[in-house]
């Protein structure tokens, strides 16, 4: 996945896909993806309200070690959404 929102918001669907089958690699799996994301948003929302305890805040950041990086992953993922719906005419 690229360092810069400008790389991502023009990105081609084969290169996305791309970044999607090398981060879910580098992850493990797919199961193990849907798992981080699941306790991301989790964390995320803790964070987000003020409730995360420093070891929640700690296990965020190993998560996302990189804020940029995340927002990137978060603006990727909203782009697969919408080229989806897109695709479905659900637009």
Excluded: N
């Excluded at 803790?46 to 603006?75: F, K, M, N």
């Amino acid at each position: 996945m690229p360092d810069d929102a400008g790389a991502v918001r023009t990105a081609t669907p084969a290169q996305i896909e791309e970044w999607v089958g090398k981060g879910i690699a580098a992850a493990g799996d797919l199961d193990r993806v849907a798992a981080l994301a699941q306790r991301s948003r989790e964390l995320g929302t803790l964070r987000a309200r003020g409730r995360a305890t420093d070891v929640q805040r700690h296990e965020y950041a190993a998560i996302w070690p990189s804020r940029s990086r995340a927002h990137l992953a978060c603006g990727l993922a909203y782009h697969v959404v919408r080229r989806r719906l897109a695709v479905r005419g659900l637009r």
